[in-house]
């Protein structure tokens, strides 16, 4: 069964900040990677994914992860963060090939900014 | 617009009253599934559905149930409630026509508390 990890569980930045997020996931096949955002009192949204080809990809809201293969990593980056970025942020894996399509999420990065 | 609802958003309830919480989608798709959200521990799927009348166990199923008779909805049943299953329920669902990469639709949630 697959597992991820999210080594930051809250995180405290200034406006303007640059922002990386950990992941890793273990896994022996393929999976399909996923980040997540949940503002405050809202649901989960999408915020990018990657199934294959470029390893770097870009989401919504200027956020970009990039996946490294050989460190089963998915980290989030942003440049430059605002206050309207402050969520809970998710990382989610979903092994390829498997019937049960279960995403495995991390236990979660709580991002505050500050103004 | 397409979307996933639930309801009711918010219940407070006793040990061993029977409860149902509902979820409905408009997309036509055609897996839906429950998942559980703890501090800590990240979202957890409780059970899923691979089409009508199709349901399976997913990490943390005990003391729940499910039914999918028609293809929108996919009722989360907690027949005798403990305190243990208060939680934050999110449903969510995708349509095979992504080929099996796993992107899901989250609803808003609904806050259970179990006294």
């Known amino acids: 069964a697959q597992s991820v990890s999210q080594h930051n569980h809250h995180v405290i930045l200034s406006e303007a900040a640059s922002l990386e997020l950990g992941c890793n996931y273990s896994y022996g096949g393929t999976v399909n990677l996923f980040w997540y955002v949940q503002y405050p009192g809202q649901h989960l949204q999408l915020l990018l994914k990657y199934f294959s080809g470029d390893p770097l990809v870009k989401g919504i809201k200027g956020f970009e992860a990039e996946f490294i293969k050989s460190k089963f990593s998915f980290n989030l980056r942003k440049p430059s963060v605002q206050w309207s970025d402050t969520a809970e942020y998710f990382c989610?894996?979903?092994?390829?090939?498997?019937?049960?399509?279960?995403?495995?999420f991390g236990s979660g990065t709580r991002l505050q900014v500050q103004p | 617009e397409a979307q996933v609802t639930q309801n009711p958003r918010y219940l407070i309830t006793v040990t061993g009253k029977k409860l149902t919480v509902t979820c409905s989608q408009n997309m036509n798709h055609e897996y839906m599934s429950w998942y559980r959200q703890d501090p800590g521990l990240g979202l957890r799927q409780i059970y899923y559905s691979m089409n009508v009348e199709v349901t399976d166990k997913g990490d943390v199923p005990e003391g729940y149930k499910v039914s999918r008779k028609e293809k929108r909805n996919f009722p989360l049943i907690l027949e005798s409630p403990s305190p243990n299953q208060t939680s934050l329920y999110f449903c969510?669902?995708?349509?095979?026509?992504?080929?099996?990469?796993?992107?899901?639709?989250f609803g808003p949630g609904t806050r259970l508390t179990v006294t």
């Open positions: 989610a894996v979903n092994a390829k090939g498997t019937g049960r399509r279960a995403l495995t």
């Open positions: 969510a669902s995708s349509s095979y026509r992504d080929r099996g990469n796993g992107e899901q639709y």
